[in-house]
T-cell receptor
Framework: DTEVTQTPKHLVMGMTNKKSLKCEQH?????MYWYKQKAKKPPELMFV???????INESVPSRFSPECPNSSLLNLHLHALQPEDSALYLC???????????????FGNGTRLTVT | RKEVEQDPGPFNVPEGATVAFNCTYS??????FFWYRQDCRKEPKLLMS???SGNEDGRFTAQLNRASQYISLLIRDSKLSDSATYLC??????????????FGQGTTLQVKP
């Protein structure tokens, strides 16, 4: 069982909806991540938080808005998404702050998002 | 050149076979290397970190070649349950010196009875 918990597991939303993805870890990890994964492709980095501060934004469109309320929680707020945003959204955490060296990522089960 | 490159395969091997995957990376400053395994419609799971001296975990052996900038994964005595996609992960530091972990496209392994 994963120690990074993501909710919901599945989400269907319209292009005008606002929704949020949630991620929680209680391993005391200091870095948290959002990745996006399309079918048959590797995960693509979206955002990195290190010590609750945004350290990396991979030029993600503003319709995706991350939030890190505290060291255990990470949210991804979604608004006005497009059908091509449909994907598996993976949250991950790692023990250290962003490196070097980097510590391994621990992934949640992911949220499978469908935008209609 | 892609930051992290893998042969996507698929590698189709019989049970009991030995199979090896390579992964090349472009940034000579990279310091952290990992192999992950991903089953269909599941999240990636850490298989092993890769250390400079090479390391082994049961049937799995990982090697790092800094001079040629590649890492490898060797699986001995393949099991049906080894069938999955194997993802190479490498750290990458851009001009801002802010690190990030980059995934290769993955190598698919299918072990057949």
């Amino acid at each position: 069982d994963t120690e990074v918990t993501q909710t919901p597991k599945h989400l269907v939303m319209g292009m005008t909806n606002k929704k949020s993805l949630k991620c929680e870890q209680h391993m005391g990890h200091r870095a948290m991540y959002w990745y996006k994964q399309k079918a048959k492709k590797p995960p693509e980095l979206m955002f990195v938080y290190s010590y609750e501060k945004l350290s990396i934004n991979e030029s993600v469109p503003s319709r995706f808005s991350p939030e890190c309320p505290n060291s255990s929680l990470l949210n991804l707020h979604l608004h006005a998404l497009q059908p091509e945003d449909s994907a598996l959204y993976l949250c991950a955490s790692s023990q250290g702050a962003v490196g070097p060296p980097e510590t391994p990522l621990h992934f949640g089960n992911g949220t499978r998002l469908t935008v209609t | 050149r892609k930051e992290v490159e893998q042969d996507p395969g698929p590698f189709n091997v019989p049970e009991g076979a030995t199979v090896a995957f390579n992964c090349t990376y472009s940034n000579s400053a990279s310091q952290s290397f990992f192999w992950y395994r991903q089953d269909c419609r599941k999240e990636p799971k850490l298989l092993m970190s890769v250390y400079s001296s090479g390391n082994e975990d049961g049937r799995f052996t990982a090697q790092l070649n800094r001079a040629s900038q590649y890492i490898s994964l060797l699986i001995r005595d393949s099991k049906l349950s080894d069938s999955a996609t194997y993802l190479c992960v490498v750290d990458f530091y851009g001009s801002s010196n802010t690190g990030k972990l980059i995934f290769g496209q993955g190598t698919t392994l299918q072990v057949k009875p």
